[in-house]
């Protein structure tokens, strides 16, 4: 089956600017997280939807936000970006949100 | 709140050399996973195991939750097992489903 599928793969943006990033997980998973990694702070917890609500949300601010559809897809939306959310964003999936989780290839966002 | 610790924080090995990974959690956990990231960003999941050994050709886990730690190894090692090993924990409790707590990682260089 499928896996984990993360558009786009690579994002240019400007300071000030908001993005928006898509995650659609494997079929049949209905929990979709999503984490940001860099080199100073590593992984780190995004959110997580389950049926079309946010279960959990890390210690980021308000600017990041995300939403689930009814089909589990998951978008990520970021406003006003600064220098410092230049990451790669991963997207991951499981089926209740226990158990193996299974991550997409990831979107590498600079902010420039 | 929880640490994860990892442990050695680089590895530098001959093709064929043996090795063992640790990773040390400071809280309980429902969930542990192990995961290999590839040069390209993808994590790649090796192991879901709260608990118990698994095996998977040439790599295997431990877990012993009792006493909050988690060791991979990995026999024979070749030139593809370098990236980046990363141990992931689920804290128990309901409030904390979906959410992964990643360790800083190992890096491993495996050289010919």
């Known amino acids: 089956k499928a896996g984990v599928t993360q558009t786009p793969r690579y994002l240019i943006k400007t300071r000030g600017q908001q993005v928006t990033l898509s995650c659609s997980p494997i079929?049949?998973?209905?929990?979709v997280s999503w984490y940001q990694q860099t080199p100073g702070q590593g992984l780190q917890f995004l959110f997580e939807?389950?049926?079309?609500?946010?279960?959990n949300k890390g210690n980021f601010p308000g600017r990041f936000s995300g939403r689930q559809f009814s089909n589990s897809r998951s978008e990520m939306n970021v406003s006003t970006l600064e220098l410092g959310d230049s990451a790669l964003y991963l997207c991951?999936?499981?089926?209740?949100?226990?158990?193996?989780?299974?991550f997409g290839s990831g979107t590498r966002l600079t902010v420039v | 709140g929880i640490q994860v610790e990892q442990s050695p924080p680089d590895l530098i090995l001959q093709e064929g050399a043996n090795s063992t990974l640790r990773c040390n959690f400071s809280?309980?956990?429902?969930?542990l996973q192990w995961f290999h990231q590839n040069p390209w960003g993808q994590l790649i999941n090796l192991f879901y195991?709260?608990?118990g050994t698994k095996q998977n050709g040439r790599l295997s886990a431990t877990t012993v939750a009792t006493e909050r730690y988690s060791l991979l190894y990995i026999s024979s090692s070749q030139t593809t097992d370098s990236g980046v090993y990363f141990c992931?924990?689920?804290?128990?409790?309901?409030?904390?489903?979906?959410?992964?707590?990643f360790g800083q990682g190992t890096t491993l260089q495996v050289k010919p």
């Open positions: 991951a999936s499981s089926p209740e949100g226990q158990g193996i989780t299974t």
């Open positions: 079929s049949g998973h209905r929990s």
């Open positions: 939807y389950f049926s079309e609500t946010q279960r």
């Open positions: 809280d309980s956990v429902n969930n």
């Open positions: 195991i709260p608990s």
């Open positions: 992931a924990v689920e804290l128990v409790g309901s409030s904390n489903t979906g959410k992964l707590i």
